[in-house]
């Protein structure tokens, strides 16, 4: 089955400076990359996502980039700011609506002000 | 976005007692739910996948006769934890999938707002 690695655990950046998480993960079948944050006690949000066919999205001051080759995808927040603190969780799935998402272990983004 | 509502938000039990929680898709039809378990600062932990008219399927370790799941339609899922103790003390998130008309509108997951359990 799918195996979805994270890191860094945890992540402080100054304010205004880019974060980067990475990802790997180990089936080939897997066909789509959602992020989520979490903040404390609620919820995951999909943030952004990625299919496997193709290697690069943006939304504003978030990008996310996969190498299907490599088998790696990563997240990457530009000119961050105080509300983007949370825990990040990357996540792999097939393309079946039975396919399970396999979480990553997350990671603790804090912003330093 | 698609909402999931799940209910309650926070439920304190005695030990031994069962415990319901229901996660409903409230504007679009899901015949795939999935429960997970998430412990403090650790990531979700997939239980099981609630199917709609079928048995659900279990993840490796999950005690099925403990965690109890139905999904009788495309909107309501319920997990039950049944003779609950306090190593069941948890947070518990229910997310489902989109039916969707799309191919790769299936793939997108929506999550309810979670239920954190205190058994004492």
């Known amino acids: 089955g799918e195996n979805v690695e994270q890191h860094p655990s945890t992540l402080s950046v100054q304010e205004g400076d880019s974060a980067v998480i990475k990802c790997t993960y180990s089936?080939?079948?897997?066909?789509?990359f959602p992020w989520y944050k979490q903040e404390l006690g609620k919820r995951p949000q999909l943030i952004i996502d990625?299919?496997?066919?193709?290697g690069e999205k943006k939304d504003q001051r978030i990008a996310v980039t996969l190498n299907k080759t490599a088998k790696h995808f990563s997240l990457h927040i530009t000119e961050t700011q105080p509300e983007d603190s949370a825990v990040y969780f990357c996540?792999?799935?097939?393309?079946?609506?039975?396919?399970?998402?396999?979480f990553g272990s997350g990671t603790r983004l804090s912003i330093r002000p | 976005g698609a909402v999931v509502s799940q209910h309650p938000s926070r439920v304190i039990c005695k030990s031994g007692t069962s415990v319901k929680i229901e996660c409903r898709s409230l504007?679009?039809?899901?015949?795939?739910m999935f429960w997970y378990r998430q412990f403090p600062k650790q990531s979700l932990m997939l239980m099981a996948t609630?199917?709609?008219?079928?048995?659900?399927?279990?993840e490796q370790g999950v005690e099925k006769d403990k965690f109890l799941i139905n999904h009788a339609s495309l909107t309501l899922s319920t997990l039950t934890v049944t003779s609950a103790h306090p190593e069941d003390s948890s947070f518990y998130i229910c997310?489902?999938?989109?039916?969707?008309?799309?191919?790769?509108?299936?793939?997108?997951?929506?999550f309810g707002a979670g239920t954190r359990l205190s058994v004492l």
């Open positions: 997310s489902a999938r989109d039916r969707g008309t799309g191919a790769w509108t299936k793939n997108i997951q929506y």
């Open positions: 504007d679009f039809q899901a015949t795939t």
């Open positions: 990625i299919r496997s066919n193709v």
């Open positions: 996540a792999g799935t097939g393309y079946s609506s039975a396919s399970k998402i396999i």
């Open positions: 609630s199917n709609e008219g079928s048995k659900a399927t279990y």
């Open positions: 089936d080939s079948a897997s066909n789509y």
